[in-house]
């Protein structure tokens, strides 16, 4: 990655976008591969992240989000290396382009915190059990997939909080272009 040559803050939003993209491709792949198998009065039940529909949705988002990362870190090392940044031509194009990353930007990542919160609130469910409802505790028996859950929702919180503070810096392109 030639990153050398670029401006100070596109390395910052460089860096910051293989960091997300990190960030949601580890809980994509922490959620989705996360099973375990136990067997229960001589009948095997498989804890799936597909059983729990936030976190399925959650695995989706966190997927795309990924990808999108990789997306906007070719586009934004592409027009800061090749395109020279503010070039008098790409001026209209790059003030368009500015405000469609924005907007994206920040739709990713409220995309992302809404679905990481409504996984959060399915596994507490799974955590503490609802005594109304009669629904054990899941956790207690299915230990490991539990971690794995748990691990997988600290990396989507991170990718959420690295995603807004990109939005915050696709709004500073924005409003500093002419």
Known sequence: MAVAGLAPSVRVECLL????????????????????TKTVLFVQKKAVPKEVEALWVLIVATAAASGYHVVQLARTLYLGHFAGGDAGRYRRLSRAMACVSLFLDKGCAYMVFAMTVAALQACFVALNGVQA??????????????????????????AAGGMTVLSAFSARQLFRRP
């Open 133 to 158: 409802l009669q629904w054990s505790k899941l956790c207690n028996i299915y230990t490991r997939f539990c971690e794995q859950i748990a691990a997988g929702m600290l990396c989507s919180l991170l």
């Open 17 to 36: 976008r293989v960091a997300c993209t990190v960030m949601a491709a580890a809980a994509a792949l922490l959620l989705g591969l996360s099973s375990q």
